[in-house]
């Protein structure tokens, strides 16, 4: 949506715990939500995406939930690593884009796994 | 295939000096993307391309900033008469916005450094 807040700026967890990061949306008619993984000094990457038709997508250890509703959606990383470390960024169609065009970026979520 | 390219990959210039920052985006895609990462910070949207419709430059900062894309392929970010808080990495990213997902794939950036 037109604004996207993103929450906490920055998390430090031990190696092998659980890690999330929540975002919320002002648009409801957004319905793409895209996770967004940057390690220092390289480019953002995508690490997983939902569309608003599922509330829930994993892959291996990574899930995002998304509550319509509520219009938030949330990172989950279990079991983390020191690999984690990054800074992930949520994003959401900016108004009026639905599902397309240009996304909006959270500010976000310097992560920090310790060893 | 390749990915998104960016050149220079470090601009350091003069205050006062205009800059022109290239990228080439992955081969078909139809939509591209330039974003501004102030260190530390998040993804600032600058302009979006899609296709032969008009330019959405509601994100550039003033009027210093244009940009350009040819042939619905390269484009040229250029910043007239830079200013120091004009420092920050440029960062291109196209997509291919089809089947209700918007990736955006992402260049290495040009970091832009005015003295």
Do not use: M
């Not at chain 1, 092998?16 to 990061?21: E, K, L, N, Y």
């Amino acid at each position: 949506g037109e604004n996207v807040e993103q929450h906490p700026s920055t998390l430090s967890v031990q190696e092998g715990d659980s890690a999330v990061i929540k975002c919320t949306y002002s648009d409801s008619a957004s319905n793409y939500f895209p996770w967004y993984k940057q390690e220092l000094g390289k480019r953002p990457q995508l690490i997983i995406d939902i569309r608003s038709n599922v509330g829930e997508k994993k892959d291996q250890r990574i899930a995002v939930t998304l509550n319509k509703t509520a219009k938030h959606f949330s990172l989950h990383i279990t079991e983390t690593q020191p690999e984690d470390s990054a800074v992930y960024f949520c994003a959401a169609p900016r108004h009026g884009s639905g599902n397309t065009g240009k996304l909006i970026f959270g500010q976000g979520t310097t992560l920090q796994v310790k060893p | 295939g390749a990915g998104v390219s960016q050149s220079p990959s470090n601009k350091v210039t003069e205050k006062g000096k205009d800059v022109e920052l290239r990228c080439d985006p992955i081969s078909g895609h139809t939509a591209l993307y330039w974003y501004r990462q102030s260190l530390g910070q998040g993804l600032e949207f600058l302009i979006y391309f899609q296709g032969n419709s008009a330019p959405d430059k509601s994100g550039l900062p003033s009027d210093r900033f244009s940009a350009e894309r040819t042939g619905g392929s390269v484009s040229t970010l250029t910043i007239q008469r830079t200013q120091q808080e004009d420092s920050a990495v440029y960062l291109c990213a196209s997509s291919l916005e089809a089947q209700g997902r918007n990736i955006q794939y992402f260049g290495a950036g040009t970091r832009l450094s005015v003295l």
